[in-house]
């Protein structure tokens, strides 16, 4: 087991996230907004010799290394318009230097072209073979390792083939802490170990997030004839049919700019699925919608400047979990989630409690 401590240092976790484990080395996260608007000279892991990888959502990716991140970010900025997302790694201790951090996107690159998942096109000047010792090199092998668990971590799958994430899913078990009023803290008890299949789908609550399993739970949009739910896991597809199928029920953002769609599972839990292509707010209050607001926008794809929108189907574990992750602030779900004829969800569900006891 791995532990991770992830330091969120904005209101919105995608834009600068701080990740540490048990070694030297440190990654920051950042977005490309939070890279245009913010003065990363301020940060201090920007001022430090660094590997660093562009990513987008297409799969496309750029490996480097600088002596300032800082620095180098304003030309990338300048000359490589599709990138959407940094990952910065440097020495927490400042003990990289040039032919260590030249050694170390020597591997980086020579993985990711092996690998073949992401496009490297644009490192299109293969390195040449590095000036850093041979003894120093397993020092820096390891540290390359602890690179590859980092991006894993983030779903980033960058220098890891597709078979192998199969056979080695990541498994987290996360509880959120309050750092201080600027950032929080995450700690994060992570494993490669394969995880024993069992039907199991994503669930989100404020106190935690329930490990995650091999096995997948798709939920269909809701129909009104045979409705059925179909789990996949890697060996086998299982339907079973779905009881007191409900109605649609949607959540108007402010200004109705945004809207969510989902329904509850009416398993005799209070369990709320939100549906892929809801949209999501940007905006956030003080409170942020709740832990389950970080993961939800771990799922999401950032639209304009006002709304997200979510990529897959996710459990909550209450209709108020629900809501708040998707508003970003303090909800009660029964009230605030309506059918198309504006019946709550409160009254929606004492009324099925009448007319089925």
């Excluded at 490309?32 to 590997?51: G, N, Q, V, Y």
């Excluded at 590859?148 to 779903?155: I, S």
């Excluded at 599972?265 to 999501?280: A, M, Q, R, Y």
């Excluded at 607001?293 to 996710?314: A, Q, S």
Aim: glycine share 4%.
């Amino acid at each position: 087991m791995r532990t991770l401590k992830v330091i969120i240092h904005t209101e919105n976790p995608h834009d600068h996230q701080k990740v540490m484990g048990t070694s030297d080395c440190v990654m920051t996260v950042l977005s490309r907004r939070f890279c245009e608007k913010m003065d990363l000279s301020k940060i201090d892991e920007m001022k430090k010799p660094a590997l660093y990888l562009l990513v987008d959502e297409e799969k496309k990716a750029y490996i480097g290394q600088t002596r300032s991140f800082n620095s180098r970010v304003k030309d990338h900025l300048a000359k490589k318009k599709w990138w959407t997302r940094a990952y910065v790694f440097v020495s927490d201790a400042g003990r990289y230097n040039t032919a260590s951090i030249e050694y170390l996107e020597y591997l980086a690159i020579q993985e990711g072209l092996a690998v073949g998942i992401y496009d490297l096109s644009d490192n299109w000047q293969t390195p040449t073979e590095p000036t850093l010792q041979k003894w120093d090199r397993n020092e820096y092998d390891e540290i390359f390792e602890g690179i590859k668990f980092f991006l894993e971590y983030e779903r980033c799958f960058v220098f890891t083939k597709m078979e192998e994430k199969a056979k080695a899913p990541l498994q987290k078990e996360i509880t959120f802490s309050t750092e201080s009023t600027a950032s929080k803290a995450v700690a994060e008890t992570v494993s490669s170990e394969p995880i024993e299949p069992k039907p199991a789908a994503k669930t989100f609550s404020i106190e935690a997030v329930v490990p995650r399993s091999t096995t997948k739970t798709v939920l269909p949009a809701p129909v009104t004839q045979h409705p059925i739910v179909k789990t996949f896991s890697p060996d086998a597809i299982v339907s079973r049919p779905v009881a007191n199928q409900p109605p649609l029920f949607f959540l108007k953002h402010t200004k109705q700019t945004c809207v969510a769609r989902g329904y509850p599972l009416n398993d005799g839990t209070k369990s709320f699925v939100v549906l892929k292509g809801s949209e999501v707010s940007v905006k956030e209050s003080n409170d942020k919608g709740g832990s389950a607001r970080v993961e939800i926008l771990k799922h999401c794809t950032l639209r304009g400047d006002d709304k997200y929108v979510l990529n897959e189907d996710l459990i909550f574990k209450t209709p108020s979990g629900a809501s708040r992750a998707c508003l970003g602030r303090s909800s009660n779900g029964y009230d605030v989630w309506k059918t198309e004829a504006g019946v709550t969800l409160k009254s929606y569900l004492e009324n099925l409690k009448q007319t089925h006891p």
